[in-house]
T-cell receptor, first 113, second 111 residues
Framework: DQQVKQNSPSLSVQEGRISILNCDYT??????FLWYKKYPAEGPTFLISISSIKDKNEDGRFTVFLNKSAKHLSLHIVPSQPGDSAVYFC????????????FGTGTRLKVLA | EPEVTQTPSHQVTQMGQEVILRCVPISNHLYFYWYRQILGQKVEFLVSFYNNEISEKSEIFDDQFSVERPDGSNFTLKIRSTKLEDSAMYFC?????????FGSGTRLTVV
């Protein structure tokens, strides 16, 4: 049961352009969403989050958009930099209970210099 | 910046052997978790731990798995009799007011 889906396993973008990573979820009860970045041989590191009461959250070059009716969120990185090359996971959780995260399958972003 | 520490970084074990993966969560965090990532697949939830007991576990976390917080500092994941399919990266995480922090993982290779 794939509650959180990232349908693009990989994405290549030219340096300086916008990277858009997409994520869909099925459980309408999720109320908190996050993006994590993961480099090889390292644990996921937190990037940006959004609560379900918002539809946009921005932090520097990173913006997350949430469309609750479509059960869709996206991460925009602009401008993309070679150091952004990593695997990006979206995750969803319920802010009650154990706060466990359900992760998507990840999208490997490659930013070309 | 506080971090979650996992040891060892890489463990190779024979099938059928017991392994213990160790984690030192962030000291003022209250929730502790184990996740795993099989090569090329998504990060999967295994178990959450709060107030010295398991609060939730996935179907992956069967009787072969157990967790313990033996001394108020360490948080361990034990696999009693490892199988080839247990080969994966195992990530410990802890969470507090400001959210989750993951460790850098232990790569378990079962041969």
């Amino acid at each position: 049961d794939q509650q959180v889906k990232q349908n693009s396993p990989s994405l290549s973008v030219q340096e300086g352009r916008i990277s858009i990573l997409n994520c869909d979820y099925t459980n309408s009860m999720f109320d908190y969403f996050l993006w994590y970045k993961k480099y090889p041989a390292e644990g996921p590191t937190f990037l940006i989050s959004i609560s379900s009461i918002k539809d946009k959250n921005e932090d520097g070059r990173f913006t997350v958009f949430l469309n609750k009716s479509a059960k869709h969120l996206s991460l925009h990185i602009v401008p993309s930099q070679p150091g952004d090359s990593a695997v990006y996971f979206c995750a969803a959780s319920l802010t009650s209970g154990t706060y466990k995260y359900i992760f998507g399958t990840g999208t490997r972003l490659k930013v070309l210099a | 910046e506080p971090e979650v520490t996992q040891t060892p970084s890489h463990q190779v074990t024979q099938m059928g052997q017991e392994v213990i993966l160790r984690c030192v969560p962030i000291s003022n965090h209250l929730y502790f978790y184990w996740y795993r990532q099989i090569l090329g697949q998504k990060v999967e939830f295994l178990v959450s731990f709060y107030n010295n007991e398991i609060s939730e576990k996935s179907e992956i976390f069967d009787d072969q798995f157990s967790v313990e917080r033996p001394d108020g500092s360490n948080f361990t994941l034990k696999i009693r009799s490892t199988k080839l399919e247990d080969s994966a990266m195992y990530f410990c995480a802890s969470s507090g007011y400001y959210g989750y922090t993951f460790g850098s993982g232990t790569r378990l290779t079962v041969v």
